[in-house]
């Protein structure tokens, strides 16, 4: 792991994205809620907090972090059309959360994706990315249109 015992605290924010691509009649068992395991939203909002707070235990050289916030919004996305995930996440620390907010996009991804296979296979996970990350050392980021 590298070192970060030198740098100073800050606060710290990431934002990323990501998107479930899922067939029309797909979208419309989401709209009704009518999907074999229950509620996909919901259940995906909670299984993204908490792959943000066990990023540490997936990716192998990630600092552990004590979290200060995360919020995972889980929405049907009609244009796609499908499910769009976004994660922030905050800590006060001498490392960013860029990782966390990532996981938890992936996490809640991957657990939509099991709660709609049975009713769709030809799903595609896409677009996961950071959106922006501010504080630390190198200052604020934020990614192009």
């Known amino acids: 792991m590298v070192d970060v015992g030198t740098k100073p605290v800050s606060e ?5 994205e990501g998107y479930l691509r899922v067939a029309g009649e797909t979208l419309e068992r989401l709209r009704q809620n009518v999907t074999p395991k229950g509620d996909p939203l919901v259940v995906a909002q909670i ?3 908490q792959g943000a707070k066990r990023t540490s235990d997936l990716i192998p050289l990630c600092h552990p972090l004590s979290l200060t916030h995360i919020e995972v919004a889980v929405t049907i996305d009609a ?15 001498t490392t960013g959360v860029e990782m ?7 996490v809640a991804l991957l ?5 709609l ?7 595609v996970i896409e677009g996961v990315r950071l959106l922006e990350k501010t504080g630390g050392t190198r200052g604020d980021w934020k990614a192009g249109a």
Do not use: N
């Open 12 to 16: 710290r924010t990431a934002m990323a």
């Open 47 to 49: 299984a993204g907090i």
């Open 79 to 93: 244009e796609r059309p499908g499910i769009r995930v976004v994660a922030t996440t905050r800590v006060s620390a």
């Open 100 to 106: 966390e907010a990532l996981v938890a996009v992936g």
């Open 111 to 115: 657990t939509a994706y099991d709660m």
């Open 117 to 123: 296979k049975a009713v769709d296979r030809t799903m």
